[in-house]
């Protein structure tokens, strides 16, 4: 069974909130990998997933400048029933995001994760990347998610300059002219067929001011069947 990305829904939060809910993605039955993160842009916060998700790269990830900060994670749907709250101590226009993939493996889905961080640069425009991982099964499906503490008012204003993906999120906070956090999120078009490097890709985007962010690279595991009907 080919894993496949399937949804994806994105929601905002600004001061004085202390939680952005984002609305469940469509057509999420039983074991569907649902992944998920908060982005905020307080340098004070700390982020929370909703209760019964896995932490990816071990919990909240905060940049060296201490913003743009994430919390990012898994799980596996069981009997779904509503809406995903990610928490924040200290809210300055957040962002999050839930995605849904079908047909992932029910042990270790994500099978291979990797995170780069921008450093602060007022070149414009700037390519963030998402670094190399290394797959170990056959057929995975490739996610690159990028993250900027600076953003256009019409979404993240993010551009994926690797052939191949297509862009399925380009959220931006626009409480201002320009948004604060962005964020957005690619699958591969065709699988990995192949184990071994995935290769980097480079997200650009074109805004002005001092921008900085993170750039993700997620390899998720397609289901085995094992033997056949007789």
Known sequence: MPVAFESINTAVGNFPATSITVTAPTGIV????????????????????PAGWTNLFGGQINHADGTPRMHMGFKLAASESGDYAF??????????F??????????SPVEASGRTEQA?????P?????PAITTLTANTLILRIA?????SANGAGLVIQTAGYTER???????????????????IDTLQEAIGDAGTAAVRTSVGGTKRGQGVTL???????VGGRG
Do not use: H, K, Q
Not at 30 to 49: E, K, R, S, V
Not at 126 to 130: A, E, G, I, P
Not at 219 to 225: P, R, S
């Open 30 to 49: 039983n074991d569907n990998l649902l992944i998920g993160a908060i982005f905020d842009n307080d340098a004070t916060a700390t982020l929370g997933l």
């Open 87 to 96: 928490t924040t101590t200290a809210m300055n226009e957040g962002v999050a």
């Open 98 to 107: 839930v995605a849904r993939v079908s047909g992932n493996a029910l042990i």
């Open 120 to 124: 602060a640069s007022t070149a414009n």
């Open 126 to 130: 700037l390519d963030f990347s998402c």
């Open 147 to 151: 993250l900027s503490n600076w953003g």
């Open 169 to 187: 999120a380009d959220a931006g906070n626009d409480p201002s002219p320009n948004s604060t956090n962005g964020i957005a999120f690619y699958t």
């Open 219 to 225: 390899a998720i595991a397609a289901l085995l069947i």
